[in-house]
């Protein structure tokens, strides 16, 4: 069993900023790692997937506004998100899945079904 941590949420105006990292209790290594976020009564949004080496996928309304990063001393990755808006608003999760012997990522989106591993989310709220 693998736990991940998110922090980093929080409160902040529009046009403000949040770092949100995600602590894994496994060494990260070949495993591919998705952000995704929730409001309530929505499904679940796919924001970034992230690659065993670092390339990341984002969705669309945060390209030029969001940016992950990888700081493999402290088994974290990040979501550095930058220019919040209100639409933003949402609780954040962090996943993550660890790749067989010789196994790659998937290419493009990936569904919440693929990880198998979630943190417990932390909330961003973004006001106007």
């Known amino acids: 069993q693998v736990d991940l941590v998110e922090s980093g949420g929080g409160s902040v105006q529009v046009g403000g900023s949040l770092r949100l990292s995600c602590t894994a209790s496994a060494k990260y290594g070949d495993s591919c790692m998705g952000w995704f976020r929730q409001v309530p009564r929505e499904e679940r949004e796919g924001v970034a997937a992230?690659?065993?080496?670092?390339?990341?996928k984002y969705t669309d309304s945060v390209k030029g506004r969001f940016t992950s990063s990888f700081d493999n001393a402290k088994n974290t990755r990040s979501l550095q998100m930058n220019s919040l808006q209100p639409e933003d608003t949402a609780m954040y999760y962090c996943?993550?899945?660890?790749?067989?012997?010789?196994?790659?990522?998937?290419?493009?989106?990936?569904?919440?079904?693929?990880?198998?591993?979630w943190g417990r989310g932390t909330q961003v709220t973004v006001s106007s």
């Open positions: 992230l690659d065993s080496d670092g390339v990341t």
């Open positions: 996943a993550a899945q660890w790749l067989p012997l010789g196994g790659t990522c998937p290419i493009g989106d990936r569904a919440p079904e693929y990880y198998n591993y």
